[in-house]
């Protein structure tokens, strides 16, 4: 039973790993998993280059997947004797994703700036050897709105045992395009 949870997860971290490289550092891309084409995501590196180093390194990936969300509302049923009925609605949401490297400071949320206005934070769901850190954002539609009209995503983390924070830019360019493809 372990050996095919191990398994599992193992395919998974290795599918989601191949879908972040096919990820550029220039422009916002659409990407989907091969085997499910309705399993699909945009995205972004930050790629930087080390001294001493031959190849550039990805620093960070910021992705951006739809997700749901379901609300409990009451509905008037009868008027006359007051009648209310509960009704489950769902619908569509954004949803940010960060991937950040280890020795992040996991006590300070990272921030998100958008054009050099601060927009919020992202929590951190978890950390491994794959991915990274990864965090999250739920985007309402005023947010998503600012990053169709931005130029630049900003995000400010904390470093273990470091007292400032490290800060990555990411260009929104092509952002509106690829996330119209998104939700078709």
């Not at 972040?20 to 309705?38: A, G, L, M, P």
């Not at 049923?77 to 960060?98: A, I």
């Not at 300070?108 to 927009?119: A, E, F, G, S, V």
């Amino acid at each position: 039973m372990n050996k095919i949870c191990i398994f599992i997860i193992a395919t998974f971290y290795i599918l989601t790993t191949n879908a972040y490289s096919e990820i550029n550092s220039k422009s916002w891309t659409k990407v989907c998993d091969k085997k499910n084409e309705k399993s699909c995501q945009i995205g972004i590196k930050s790629i930087v280059k080390f001294e001493g180093q031959d190849k550039p390194t990805t620093l960070a990936t910021a992705y951006l997947k739809m997700g749901s969300t379901t609300q409990s509302k009451m509905d008037l049923v009868d008027e006359d004797n007051q009648t209310y009925k509960l009704k489950k609605d769902s619908k569509s949401v954004p949803v940010l994703f960060l991937l950040l490297p280890l020795n992040t400071d996991l006590r300070k949320q990272p921030q998100i700036i958008l054009d050099q206005k601060k927009i919020g934070k992202t929590t951190y769901l978890h950390c491994n050897q794959n991915v990274g850190c990864k965090t999250i954002a739920i985007l309402n539609e005023n947010l998503l709105n600012s990053f169709k009209k931005g130029k630049t995503m900003t995000v400010a983390f904390g470093i273990f045992s470091n007292d400032k924070n490290l800060v990555l830019q990411f260009p929104l360019k092509g952002f509106t395009k690829a996330y119209e493809k998104l939700t078709k």
